[in-house]
């Protein structure tokens, strides 16, 4: 059964002594296996990320039209397919979900390798296998995402969320060191297979974890598909708390594209930094993530989670200043370096903190929904953005483009400062909550479901 939901109560309600050991996820055993499984297979996506292109590229002498519809085939389907993914995370079991989705993930990645091997591998085989395995990791990850509080305790939540972050950081990056190094002495095509088997273990992980909260699934029939990605949606849009989460991470992911599109051209061209002051700065994107995810709980439990966000989000245009600023110089690789970091820390912390707020704030039946109706946003907004920076690149220039995403990154901190999720000092998933007062969130059935 779902825990009740938050009740209202005053932003300055002082919390009781709990005499009770605080939980912890030490010891956790089907969580650290879900944490196992995820990461790993977080990793070989990372490889694949990495053999792709150079397979496209090196062996079958792609042009960039044909390399840029290759990364479209793998882009599309997370705008095309996160709601109606939504509607199945919530309507079926998320642990088979998972367990089926992986094991379909490594049959369609061998795929590669085999057509390699009997010389049949083409462009059109690439795009199918990129757009299967985009499918499949939109339809793995609402059910994977939304699991996350069927498998704690509801104030474990922000510690869970924020472990995974941590590991997909480090998973992402060594994937990603991984894939060159094993294209490099296996051939791209070859270790692919390497991505298959991370699958099989993640699959393997999953049929391994059992969950605390059962997620409620009516016995009444199932309304179509349109209709349920409309309740998805429609509680997203009238809850007062969830609406301005998902909003804020839209408009960031739009702002953010903008940048990110010409971040790494800028890099390389403008300022002359080179391949290894390109991977300095990456690099320090990666560790500044992973610190972020790990402090995020001690940073909620300090400052609560209303300020963790809206200092997480107003440092990232802060920092990108020094990019709209740099010159040529060691001096001014140094600072993109420390002002990357900072800015991963604090939008890992931010990101890690809006996961667990609103999955602690979402009624169960309606986890994987929700969590798709942000992704379907977010995705939107990224591809939108890349459309944007390339119409302000072409008319004023690159720095343009630069500029323009680094002023619209104060969107979300506008939009924070207007909501009530500012004024929260706690996370709402312990015996005392912080919301505030005077927001009434429109249920029935005590926060089962939204009018």
Known sequence: MSPLPPQPAS????????????????????????????????????VSAVALPVIAAMELDATPGQVSTLASAMM?????????????????????LMVGTDLAAAAVVTVVPACWATGTLSMPVLYCVALLLGALTVLHQAAAI???????????LPDANAQA???????????????????????????????????????????????VHAAQH??????????????????????????????????????????????????????????????????????????????????????????VLLVGFAAYPICGIPLLLARSGHGWLITLVAASAVKAVAVTAAAST??????????????????????????????????????????VGVWAALLTGTVLLLSPVALLWVSPVRQLQVMPGGAATALPAQISRPMEEGGARVR
């Not at 397919?81 to 998320?94: I, M, Y």
């Open 146 to 156: 939304a699991i996350v509080p069927e498998l704690v305790e509801p104030e474990l």
């Open 354 to 395: 809006q996961r667990s707020l609103r999955q602690q704030l979402c009624p169960s039946h309606l986890q994987s929904r929700v969590q798709q109706t942000s992704v379907w946003l977010v995705a939107g907004a990224r591809l939108l953005a890349t459309l944007v920076a390339g119409a302000v690149a072409a008319v």
């Open 11 to 46: 932003v300055d309600a002082p919390v009781a002594p709990s005499s009770t050991p605080a939980p912890s996820l030490r010891g956790h055993r089907s969580f650290r296996t879900y944490w196992l499984g995820e990461a790993t297979a977080l990793a070989g996506s990372s």
């Open 218 to 307: 009516s016995a009444v029939p199932h309304a179509g598909m349109i209709t349920s990605i409309r309740e998805g949606m429609a509680h997203v849009l009238r809850d007062p708390l969830q609406r301005p989460l998902v909003l804020t991470m839209a408009y960031h992911a739009f702002a953010e594209a903008i940048v990110t599109t010409y971040f790494a051209y800028y890099l390389l061209t403008e300022l002359d930094y080179g391949d290894i002051g390109l991977g300095l700065v990456l690099g320090a994107v990666g560790v500044g993530s992973l610190v972020g995810a790990l402090g995020a709980s001690r940073m909620v439990r300090r400052l609560g989670p209303g300020m």
């Open 165 to 211: 972050m941590a590991a997909f950081a480090v998973a992402g990056s060594a994937g990603t060191y991984v894939g060159t190094a094993a294209v490099s002495l296996l051939g791209a095509a070859r270790c692919l297979l390497l991505d298959s088997a991370s699958y099989l273990i993640s699959a393997w992980c999953a049929s391994r974890i059992s969950t």
């Open 76 to 96: 599309a389907p997370a705008f095309l397919l996160a709601l109606p993914a939504g509607v199945a995370g919530d309507r079926f079991s998320k642990k088979q």
